[in-house]
């Protein structure tokens, strides 16, 4: 069995894949015109729309995991580096993600699976 961790992490991939950037902020009535990529705040208000629960469960994971100072901490200093002060975007996150958790220490692993409200 896939750890709670990594399943969210496909997840959220699988639903960049499906939908696209314009999908997505159409949907949440948000300008395409800026060629930007979505948002984190973005994906949560989209996913938190949806009507398949399953959408919705993996909305409010991303809403609990995105609050953890283990994400956040590595968000700042992502940013720090980098001298940006827009919102996060949903690949920022997955990068911080990916490094913190899935190729982070057991503690850290364990800690996100337990974050995470129960999927659907």
């Known amino acids: 069995m896939t750890p709670k961790y990594a399943t969210f992490a496909s997840a959220l991939q699988g639903v960049l894949n499906k939908y696209g950037r314009n999908t997505i902020k159409l949907a949440i009535g948000d300008s395409v015109g800026n060629n930007r990529t979505v948002t984190v705040n973005q994906l949560i208000r989209f996913l938190s729309t949806r009507r398949t629960l399953t959408l919705r469960v993996l909305g409010a994971q991303l809403q609990a995991v995105y609050a953890l100072s283990l994400i956040t901490e590595g968000l700042?200093?992502?940013?720090?580096?980098?001298?940006?002060?827009?919102?996060?975007?949903?690949?920022?996150?997955?990068?911080?993600?990916?490094?913190?958790?899935?190729?982070?220490?057991?503690?850290?692993?364990?800690?996100?699976?337990?974050?995470?409200?129960i999927a659907a």
């Open 76 to 117: 700042e200093d992502l940013r720090w580096t980098n001298e940006r002060t827009d919102a996060f975007d949903i690949n920022e996150f997955l990068a911080v993600y990916n490094a913190a958790v899935l190729q982070g220490d057991a503690v850290s692993k364990r800690f996100v699976s337990r974050t995470l409200p």
